[in-house]
Nanobody, 121 residues
Framework: QVQLVESGGGLVQPGGSLRLSCAASGSISSINNMGWYRQAPGKEREWVATITSGGSTNYADSVKGRFIISRDNAKNTVYLQTNSLKHEDTAVYYC???????????????WGQGTQVTVSS
């Protein structure tokens, strides 16, 4: 089994920053893409950013230039540095990973439990 555990959320003032982390553990052979999504109250979950195993990144237009996604392959961890936060960034942030599970060698998508980010003055 594979688990993804996020951390780093919290309450921050507009213009502030937070660094989110997501660590994958368990029966992991390898990890392909890792990413972040978010879901605001009353809205559907939306994609925020993705990073490939080789380090290539893509961002949603709403966060481009403000958020930075990175990963540490040795630690099976993905990060999201969120800067210049706005009220509309308030949401539960979820990490996502495409994992090749040990023994079975099957590729499966996993999600974390989410971490709350609240931007408020």
């Amino acid at each position: 089994q594979v688990q993804l555990v996020e951390s780093g959320g919290g309450l921050v003032q507009p213009g502030g920053s937070l660094r989110l982390s997501c660590a994958a553990s368990g029966s992991i052979s390898s990890i392909n893409n890792m990413g972040w999504y978010r879901q605001a109250p009353g809205k559907e979950r939306e994609w925020v950013a993705t990073i490939t195993s080789g380090g290539s990144t893509n961002y949603a237009d709403s966060v481009k230039g403000r958020f930075i996604i990175s990963r540490d392959n040795a630690k099976n961890t993905v990060y999201l540095q969120t800067n210049s936060l706005k009220h509309e960034d308030t949401a539960v942030y979820y990490c996502n990973a495409l994992v090749r599970v040990s023994v079975t060698w099957v590729w499966r998508e996993y999600w974390g439990q989410g971490t709350q980010v609240t931007v408020s003055s």
